[in-house]
């Protein structure tokens, strides 16, 4: 899930919350739910839209589509209530692979909220943006195994570049791959930590590039490997390197 937050013209708290986190359809699901809460003690009022999700060599990429919606697409919530948002899905039958999209929550201004003298509150209010991942299958969830991800789909390249090197990742498989705790590991065993926590998704079928934050007078050696976490395992495996340019 993705959160931003927008400034507007009045004075609020970040009261709306989603859940849960993402959305997964199987092949035959035509719809899910989400549930929007306020935890605050004024109305607050939500734009829910779905887009369309793919991965360019600019990176992710949003449209609009008419595949999946949201009902309904506006709501008002009443303090310490809340809503459920329908997502569904207009177009039947079973994808060749994975379909992505964001179910993209827009917090709206407060209207006509005045102050105890009737004039606006001064200060910012600060919007709420929630950016959820939404798949549509094309088979069934597999049963939970504890067993470690396939990841042979997968293959990365290296390259050199200002300012730091940049990793690529092409996913040839037809679900996408979440990658997270990207550490390098040298001959010695040595362990640079690149990224602690979320690097990104990899759609199916599609490509990303990171660039990769070194500390201070750092360079990766060319020998050693990748590893990191894939999808909810809890072990780490070694990312299948196919190039490399430093």
Known sequence: MGLSLLLGQAASAASLQVAPISLEFSP?????SIWLSNTGTAPVRAQERVQQWTQTAEGDQLAPTRELVASPPVVEIAPGDRQMIRIIRLQGGVPAREESYRLIVDELPSAGVAGPSGAAPA????????SVPVFVSPVEPLPVTGKPSDISALSASLQSGPPAPVLTIVNHGTQRVKISQLVHVDKQGRRTTLVPGLLGYVLAGQRMQWPLTLPAAQALPVDGTFKAKFNADLEEQVLPLVNSRL
């Open 28 to 32: 035959k699901e035509q719809a899910q």
């Open 123 to 130: 200060g910012l209010q600060f919007l709420l943006r929630y």
